[in-house]
Nanobody, 118 residues
Framework: QVQLVESGGGLVQAGGSLRLSCAASGSTSLIGAMGWYRQAPGKERELVASIRVDGTIDSADSVKGRFTISRDNVMSMLYLQMNSLKPEDTAVYYC????????????WGRGTQVTVSS
């Protein structure tokens, strides 16, 4: 099993920055692609950005140029640097990892709240 724990959320003013971290533990050798998702109140969970083991990145159009995803495979860490934050970025942010032997199997963290005030 893989455990994911997010940290770094909080309250920030519009235009500010936050850096989210996700620490993976357990059977980390099972981890393939990782990503950040978010869910705002009353909305479905959506992909923010993902990164494969080889470093290939996909990100939502709404965050391109503002958010940067990165990972440290040695330390089993995932990061999301969020700059120029907007009120519409307010959501619970979840760390996600896919099992590299069965990509349909996903691991999830419990989430960290990000609130951007106008």
């Amino acid at each position: 099993q893989v455990q994911l724990v997010e940290s770094g959320g909080g309250l920030v003013q519009a235009g500010g920055s936050l850096r989210l971290s996700c620490a993976a533990s357990g059977s980390t050798s099972l981890i393939g692609a990782m990503g950040w998702y978010r869910q705002a109140p009353g909305k479905e969970r959506e992909l923010v950005a993902s990164i494969r083991v080889d470093g290939t990145i996909d990100s939502a159009d709404s965050v391109k140029g503002r958010f940067t995803i990165s990972r440290d495979n040695v330390m089993s860490m995932l990061y999301l640097q969020m700059n120029s934050l907007k009120p519409e970025d307010t959501a619970v942010y979840y760390c996600n990892a896919r099992n590299k032997y069965n990509t349909n199997f996903k691991y999830w963290g419990r989430g960290t709240q990000v609130t951007v005030s106008s």
